[in-house]
């Protein structure tokens, strides 16, 4: 039971470590474990509210304006088969999208102009492309991977990169010309996928294989193979481009890379323990482990949540001095995160 002592401790320090960073805005965090989206507001660590969402949630997107999101509902025994639409200022579900044969929606992102949503579909092998006003598939891609998992779109989003979790590559796919382009193999495992912020580079963290590999985004080659042990699964660069953070689920941890040098330059650990084992997705399979997984930075890169599945909190990592800096309470199994420049706190009527 020491784990529940020290999650305890932890909790009654840090809760309240949360302070306003100079970045307002609203953190949307999915718990896979009860079909939920927490509306936390980042400048208190406060949730605001709690919306339902679709059974088993993983990822979600949110609008560029700031006041819808799209939730891909991954399901759980069953693939699920809706991306959830949520209207954050309103704090409820306004409609349930339906994605026909394509099941298993995992990876989601909106285009910058907000126009189109990109999902993957790992029962189906493909990678949707939806229009953002009429929520219709305007098209329609096979990855022509396995476990197509999680998905970033190029600077100029032109690109789709879909990493392939059973295949081990990222598949390339060119939305412009519509069509796919190439697929690259990386590491085993491979999963978590970012892009730099200049365009330069794509990151694939490669889970089973303890690496990540770094693609030139020009030429869509392996141009470098770095590791990085303990499961590394999810992947994020600092606004700045200067670092990247990889959540290591084995280990807890997070790993910090200097994006340029391309070593690892720290780990940061959280030592929070995992609070049960029956029913999540993960089980038992790291021990003790809180699972980290999700990794978000905020726009103005002061800060990075990172959420850990097994321990229901979002652990607030100030990135000026690399410590955890605060713990936000989530519900069951919190996983994917996104970000809404909205300052919600103000619309809670209590």
């Keep these: 039971m020491g784990w529940m002592v020290r999650m305890a401790a932890v909790l009654a320090v840090l809760v309240q470590g949360v302070r306003a960073s100079g970045d307002g805005g609203t953190l949307v965090v999915l718990n896979k474990g009860e079909a939920s989206a927490s ?62 044969s394509n099941t298993r929606p995992h990876g989601i992102v909106f285009s910058a102009d907000g126009r189109r949503v990109v999902v993957t579909t790992e029962g189906s092998g493909r990678l949707l492309v939806l229009d953002s006003e009429s ?27 879909v990493a392939n979790i059973g295949s081990g590559s990222v598949s390339v796919i060119d939305l412009v010309l519509e069509a796919f382009e190439k697929e690259i193999p990386t590491g085993a495992g491979a999963e978590g996928i970012a892009v730099s912020p200049d365009g330069g580079e794509v990151w694939v963290s490669n889970r089973e294989a303890d690496t990540i590999s770094v693609i030139d985004a020009r030429t869509l080659r392996v141009v470098d193979t770095l590791q990085c042990a303990s499961f590394p699964i999810r992947v994020a660069f600092t606004p700045d481009g200067v670092h990247v953070l990889v959540s290591c689920a084995r280990s807890g941890e997070v790993a910090v890379f200097d994006a340029r040098t391309r070593r690892e330059v720290r780990r940061i650990r959280m030592d929070l323990g995992a609070l049960d084992s029956d029913g999540r997705l993960f089980g038992d399979r790291f021990g003790d482990s809180s699972v980290p997984i999700g990794i978000l930075v905020e726009p103005g890169g002061a800060r990075a949540y990172v959420a850990h599945t097994q321990a229901d909190v979002v652990a607030v990592i100030d990135l000026s001095s690399w410590k955890v800096s605060g713990l936000i309470r989530a519900g069951r199994e919190p996983d994917g995160m996104a970000w809404s420049a909205l300052d919600l706190a103000g619309e809670d009527d209590g």
Excluded: C, K, N, Q
């Design 39 to 100: 509306l936390i507001d980042a400048a208190s660590g406060r949730e605001i509210r709690r919306i339902e969402t679709g059974d088993g949630p993983h990822e979600v997107a949110v609008h560029p304006a700031g006041r819808v999101a799209v939730v891909a509902d991954y399901g759980r025994s069953e693939g699920g088969h809706t991306l959830s639409v949520l209207d954050l200022v309103a704090g409820e579900r306004t409609s349930v999208v339906h994605l026909g």
């Design 135 to 161: 929520w219709e598939i305007v098209g329609s891609f096979p990855t022509r991977g396995r476990v197509s998992h999680m998905v970033a779109l190029s600077g100029d989003g032109r690109r789709a990169f």
